[in-house]
C-alpha cells in the first residue's frame, strides 16, 4: 500500500470500507442498470438505508442518476469507475497474479501467499493474518455473525486471526456442520471457539453427527435450538470454509471400501458443503448434513475459501465453478501456480 494512502487510513480507519463500499455500489449499478435500490442491496449484502445513503451522496457528485425505471450511471461515473479499476486493485493488494487468478476461476478476489503449505508449515499462519485482514475490511461494524466449517487449513489459520477484529465489532462465529467425528482439534465447533477467543467474540457450538438420514434430518431442524442456530446461519454475514479432497473427506465421513471405490469411478475430486464434485464441478454425490446447505451459500454476502498447497490445486479449481461471485479465495503460491498452468 502506498504511504500516503497509509497515513489517510491512519487518519480515518473506516476510508478503506467506505472507499470499496462505494467503488462496489458504482460496479452494481453499472451492470444491473437500470436497477433499483433493492437488487443492489440484495446484490451486496447491504442495508437498503445504507444503499440509499450512499446512492444519494453517489447522485450528488453526479456519478449516477435515477429514474423511474432505475438507477444508471451518469458518464461521468462511468469514467470514475474504469479509472479507480487499477486504483482499487492497488490499494487493495490485487497484483496480477491475484487478478489473473480470480478471472480463471470466475470469483471476485484471491489473495495468494508465497509458499506451499503443503512444504512449509508457516504458510497456514500467514494465510490465516491475511484471511484476519479480508474480515477486517469486509465486515460491518457493530453485530456480525461469521458461520465457520471445519478442516485442517482452517485449525491452523485460525490461530492467527487479529484482536483487533474485535474495534468496534462483537462478532459471533457459529458452527456451519456437525461433528464429523474426527480429530476434535479440526472440527467446526472448535474453531469457532478459537476464532471467538482470539478476537474477543462469543460462539455457539452444534454437538451433532453431520452425517445424518433424512428422516433424523427432517426430526432434528424441528428442534428449537437446533432451528434457532440454522435461524442464525442464514444471516450469516461472512462464510468461511475449506476446501477438501474428496477421498480424504469421503474416509472422514465412515465410507466403506464400496463407497470409497463408487467415488472414484465417478471421478470426484473435492468435497464442500456435503457435495462431492468432479472436476468439471458437477455434483456427483452428496449427503444430508445438518447445517448450513450449499444452496445457500448465494445469499451469504461475503464468503472466504480457505486452501493452499500444490495438492489442493486441482480440488480448488474443482470447486470453483460453484462458487458464489462473491467468494474470496486465501491461498498459496503451492496451489496457484498449478491451477494458473492449466495442470
Same mark, same amino acid.
Given at each position: 500500500m502506498e504511504p500516503d494512502f497509509s497515513l489517510i487510513k491512519a487518519l480515518v480507519p473506516d476510508v478503506l470500507k467506505i472507499l470499496r463500499q462505494r467503488y462496489l455500489i458504482l460496479e452494481q449499478i453499472s451492470l444491473d442498470a437500470p436497477v433499483g435500490r433493492r437488487t443492489v442491496a440484495q446484490k451486496l449484502g447491504l442495508s437498503e438505508r445504507n444503499v440509499r445513503t450512499e446512492t444519494e451522496y453517489l447522485t450528488q457528485l453526479e456519478l449516477i442518476e435515477t429514474k423511474r425505471f432505475g438507477m444508471f450511471l451518469s458518464d461521468k461515473g462511468v469514467?470514475?469507475?474504469?479509472?479507480? %479499476?487499477? $486504483?482499487?486493485?492497488?490499494?487493495?493488494?490485487?497484483?496480477?497474479?491475484?487478478?489473473? *487468478?480470480?478471472?480463471? +476461476?470466475?470469483?471476485?478476489?484471491?489473495?495468494?501467499?508465497?509458499?506451499?503449505?503443503?512444504?512449509? %508449515?508457516? $504458510?497456514?499462519?500467514?494465510?490465516?493474518?491475511?484471511?484476519?485482514?479480508?474480515?477486517? *475490511?469486509?465486515?460491518? +461494524?457493530g453485530h456480525s455473525i461469521i458461520t465457520v466449517l471445519g478442516g485442517v487449513a482452517l485449525a491452523k489459520g485460525a490461530k492467527a486471526l487479529s484482536p483487533k477484529l474485535a474495534n468496534n465489532r462483537h462478532l459471533e462465529f457459529i458452527p456451519g456442520r456437525g461433528a464429523l467425528g474426527e480429530n476434535v482439534a479440526t472440527q467446526s465447533n472448535t474453531i469457532v471457539q478459537a476464532m471467538a477467543a482470539r478476537t474477543h467474540g462469543t460462539y455457539k457450538t452444534l454437538y451433532l453427527p453431520e452425517q445424518v438420514s433424512s428422516l433424523a434430518y427432517r426430526s432434528l431442524i424441528r428442534e428449537p435450538v437446533i432451528s434457532d442456530l440454522l435461524q442464525d446461519i442464514s444471516q450469516s454475514d461472512a462464510v468461511i470454509h475449506g476446501i477438501g479432497l474428496a477421498q480424504d473427506m469421503a474416509r472422514r465421513r465412515g465410507y466403506d471400501s464400496i463407497k470409497l471405490s463408487e467415488l472414484r469411478e465417478k471421478h470426484a475430486v473435492t468435497e464442500c458443503f456435503g457435495c462431492f464434485f468432479d472436476g468439471e464441478g458437477k455434483i456427483v454425490d452428496r449427503i444430508t448434513q445438518v447445517g448450513l446447505q450449499f444452496e445457500n451459500l448465494n445469499k451469504i454476502p461475503r464468503i472466504f475459501a480457505f486452501a493452499g498447497g500444490h495438492q489442493k490445486a486441482t480440488a480448488i479449481q474443482a470447486y470453483m465453478p460453484n462458487a458464489p461471485h462473491q467468494t474470496w479465495l486465501i491461498t498459496d503460491e503451492g496451489a496457484s501456480k498449478v491451477i494458473l498452468r492449466g495442470k
Open positions: 469514467q470514475v469507475l474504469q479509472d479507480a %479499476a487499477p $486504483v482499487m486493485d492497488r490499494w487493495f493488494n490485487a497484483d496480477a497474479t491475484e487478478v489473473h *487468478l480470480a478471472q480463471k +476461476l470466475g470469483i471476485e478476489r484471491t489473495i495468494i501467499i508465497p509458499g506451499d503449505c503443503d512444504l512449509q %508449515a508457516r $504458510v497456514y499462519e500467514q494465510m490465516g493474518e491475511q484471511l484476519s485482514s479480508a474480515l477486517d *475490511l469486509l465486515l460491518p +461494524l
